[in-house]
């Protein structure tokens, strides 16, 4: 084991409480434990991005700008790191070249110093242009290996990926294990052989959620990766990451201590320990998260697709067909060319494999999304794809070959346009809100400005 102190990402702003309260922690929960977490001395704080800008609007009535403007306010010292899904932003499809680079710009200004960029597909060129933009501003580029299993994935090809990264300018590789299906000694092989062959740090990131992510970190550290990601206990485990303290615990005085002190985290603790028992009485909570979950292991499914295939099928009245849903799965994954489950391939896999168990007869219904994915409209796909399959989905159709965002034309100024005409918004990040989500961003806009206004009404009645 090398001496090196091991870095440590708290995701406790982020995923964490995306993983296990559907993103719901509002910034009015954060904003007491903040000023602490700026002095524990963590690598970086994982506070923005994925599913939190989105929920922000729809359900907390809270500006996702404004609550990264606070974060930096309280936390000026540590590193603020956000999920971004490559060319899809953090929406659900891809946007225009001019969209992710004023959104990288714009987070980066707001006080976003690390973007951890993934594609669902590890298709590089949807990498791209966030990549560049992300050097452009000055952020610490971190592009992710989407990890997981099949004929195509393995060792050989996550290191050819993290060679392509580092050439594109990668500053760090992370491998985002986002169903916590690499096992402990999966990970200390494929962390020994990144390290030979790439110069950059190794961040890894994993879940709980099969009971194997403890494991998979320590054996990970011997192999030498440089960061972790964990959670602060009250919101770790399960579908979460494992415990920072836990973490921390186990290395002191080894030759990967992380130098965090153990007494300030369980104090930070205690205040994210009342956040969660108040989650878990309003019901946001749900205690099942917390339980290990060794089916991801057996059918390569991640967690939250398997209560999404659940129900599904409570909704078509045909639970009985739960397992034949399951194992028609790794069917359709493999007719798809194996793409990786996560955000938005798992939705669409799980679909097309309810759909040919419901129907009795495989592909006879299509939804546009898995026409889509078989089109290329999302990218390349990691291996070959079942001609028959690709033929009665989307027929004599041209397949996409070129990088997908090629195909869109620039649209920030017809999105700056459309809020003129309707007298909404008022700042550039309203418009890049408005670009990702434009009926959510609206009808937040109308609740915040109204509010805004009545709150300076009552300034001036009171002669401030």
Same mark, same amino acid.
């Given at each position: 084991?090398?001496?090196?102190?091991?870095?440590?990402?708290?995701?406790?702003?982020?995923?964490?409480?995306?993983?296990?309260?559907?993103?719901?922690?509002?910034?009015?929960?954060?904003?007491?434990?903040?000023?602490?977490?700026?002095?524990?001395?963590?690598?970086?704080?994982?506070?923005?991005?994925? $599913?939190?800008?989105?929920?922000?609007?729809?359900?907390?009535?809270?500006?996702?700008?404004?609550?990264?403007?606070? &974060?930096?306010?309280?936390? %000026?010292?540590?590193?603020?790191?956000?999920?971004?899904?490559?060319?899809?932003?953090?929406?659900?499809?891809?946007?225009?070249?001019? #969209?992710?680079?004023?959104?990288?710009?714009?987070?980066?200004?707001?006080?976003?110093?690390?973007?951890?960029?993934?594609?669902?597909?590890?298709?590089?060129?949807?990498?791209?242009?966030?990549?560049?933009?992300?050097?452009?501003?000055?952020?610490?580029?971190? %592009?992710?290996?989407?990890?997981?299993?099949?004929?195509?994935?393995?060792?050989?090809?996550?290191?050819?990926?993290?060679?392509? &990264?580092?050439?594109?300018?990668?500053?760090?590789?992370?491998?985002?294990?986002?169903?916590?299906?690499?096992?402990?000694?999966?990970?200390?092989?494929?962390?020994?052989?990144?390290?030979?062959?790439?110069?950059?740090?190794?961040?890894?990131? /994993?879940?709980?959620?099969?009971?194997?992510?403890?494991?998979?970190?320590?054996?990970?550290?011997?192999?030498?990766?440089?960061?972790?990601?964990? *959670?602060?206990?009250?919101?770790?485990?399960?579908?979460?990451?494992?415990?920072?303290?836990?973490?921390? *615990?186990?290395?002191?005085? /080894?030759?990967?201590? /992380?130098?965090?002190?153990?007494?300030?985290?369980?104090?930070?603790?205690?205040?994210?320990?009342?956040?969660?028992?108040?989650?878990?009485?309003?019901?946001?909570?749900?205690?099942?998260?917390?339980?290990?979950?060794?089916?991801?292991?057996?059918?390569?499914?991640?967690?939250?697709?398997?209560?999404?295939?659940?129900?599904?099928?409570?909704?078509?009245? $045909?639970?009985?067909?739960?397992?034949?849903?399951?194992?028609?799965?790794?069917?359709?994954?493999?007719?798809?060319?194996?793409?990786?489950?996560?955000?938005?391939?798992?939705?669409?896999?799980?679909?097309?494999? #309810?759909?040919?168990?419901?129907?009795?007869?495989?592909?006879?219904?299509?939804?546009?999304?898995?026409?889509?994915?078989?089109?290329?409209?999302?990218?390349?796909?990691?291996?070959?794809?079942?001609?028959?399959?690709?033929?009665?989905?989307?027929?004599?159709?041209?397949?996409?070959?070129?990088?997908?965002?090629?195909?869109?034309?620039?649209?920030?100024?017809?999105?700056?346009?459309?809020?003129?005409?309707?007298?909404?918004?008022?700042?550039?990040?309203?418009?890049?809100?408005?670009?990702?989500?434009?009926?959510?961003?609206?009808?937040?806009?109308?609740?915040?400005?109204?509010?805004?206004?009545?709150?300076?009404?009552?300034?001036?009645?009171?002669?401030?």
């Amino acid at each position: 084991m090398e001496n090196k102190k091991l870095l440590i990402t708290d995701t406790i702003l982020r995923d964490a409480h995306q993983s296990q309260a559907a993103t719901r922690m509002k910034i009015e929960d954060m904003i007491p434990a903040l000023e602490r977490l700026n002095e524990i001395g963590y690598w970086s704080l994982e506070c923005w991005g994925g $599913a939190t800008f989105d929920v922000c609007m729809r359900f907390l009535n809270e500006d996702p700008w404004e609550r990264l403007r606070t &974060l930096k306010k309280y936390m %000026p010292d540590t590193k603020l790191q956000m999920l971004f899904r490559g060319q899809n932003i953090l929406g659900y499809k891809h946007y225009a070249d001019d #969209v992710v680079d004023n959104f990288v710009g714009k987070s980066i200004e707001n006080g976003i110093e690390v973007i951890r960029i993934f594609d669902a597909l590890n298709d590089t060129r949807n990498l791209e242009q966030a990549i560049k933009s992300c050097k452009k501003y000055g952020g610490i580029c971190e %592009p992710a290996l989407s990890y997981t299993e099949s004929p195509v994935h393995n060792e050989e090809y996550f290191v050819k990926l993290a060679k392509e &990264l580092e050439q594109m300018g990668a500053d760090v590789i992370c491998i985002k294990d986002m169903a916590n299906l690499l096992l402990p000694f999966d990970a200390y092989s494929l962390v020994k052989k990144l390290k030979e062959n790439v110069n950059v740090p190794i961040h890894l990131h /994993t879940h709980n959620t099969t009971g194997t992510g403890d494991m998979v970190y320590l054996m990970a550290a011997q192999a030498g990766v440089d960061i972790v990601d964990t *959670a602060l206990s009250p919101l770790a485990n399960g579908t979460a990451q494992p415990s920072t303290e836990a973490l921390v *615990a186990t290395l002191n005085g /080894t030759a990967r201590d /992380t130098g965090l002190d153990l007494e300030k985290l369980s104090d930070i603790a205690g205040h994210f320990r009342k956040v969660a028992d108040k989650m878990k009485a309003d019901g946001i909570l749900d205690p099942k998260v917390l339980n290990v979950d060794t089916k991801t292991l057996l059918y390569q499914v991640p967690g939250g697709m398997l209560s999404n295939l659940l129900s599904q099928l409570k909704q078509a009245n $045909a639970e009985d067909k739960y397992y034949d849903a399951l194992a028609e799965v790794p069917r359709v994954r493999k007719d798809f060319g194996y793409p990786p489950l996560v955000t938005p391939t798992s939705q669409i896999v799980g679909t097309q494999a #309810v759909l040919n168990v419901l129907s009795g007869e495989r592909y006879k219904m299509v939804p546009k999304e898995s026409k889509g994915l078989l089109r290329g409209e999302y990218g390349r796909l990691p291996a070959e794809v079942d001609a028959e399959v690709r033929k009665k989905a989307i027929g004599e159709e041209e397949v996409i070959t070129c990088r997908p965002a090629d195909l869109l034309e620039p649209e920030l100024e017809k999105y700056a346009a459309e809020m003129k005409e309707k007298g909404i918004g008022k700042s550039e990040e309203d418009v890049l809100s408005y670009a990702l989500f434009p009926q959510v961003a609206e009808k937040f806009f109308k609740v915040r400005d109204a509010e805004d206004t009545v709150r300076n009404l009552v300034v001036e009645d009171l002669g401030c």
